[in-house]
């Protein structure tokens, strides 16, 4: 049976708890610079970028911003690398790169 939310980081254990649970307004993420992880970052090609804004709601860290209905460049601080948006883009607007 799954514990309550409200017993988390007393004596409650991750296994515990309810799968696919989400706690919110703890926004710990924007804390932490999680880019410099990775060997590889994304690299956007915006003469090729047709704006379909398939990349960015396939990204799990959020690191594509969309402003009025524009995608922006890579958050590189938040980027782990993980090519996701790389395979969602049918215009090859964003490859993937070593890290210089």
Known sequence: MATDISKLGLKAKWQDLTEGMVIAGLGTSKDFMT????HVKPEFIADKC???LLCAPVCPDSCIPIKDMKRGEFDYD????CGICVK???FGAITMEGVK
């Open 50 to 52: 047709k704006q379909c």
């Open 88 to 90: 969602a883009c049918p």
């Open 78 to 81: 938040h980027c782990k690398g």
């Open 35 to 38: 880019g410099e992880w990775t």
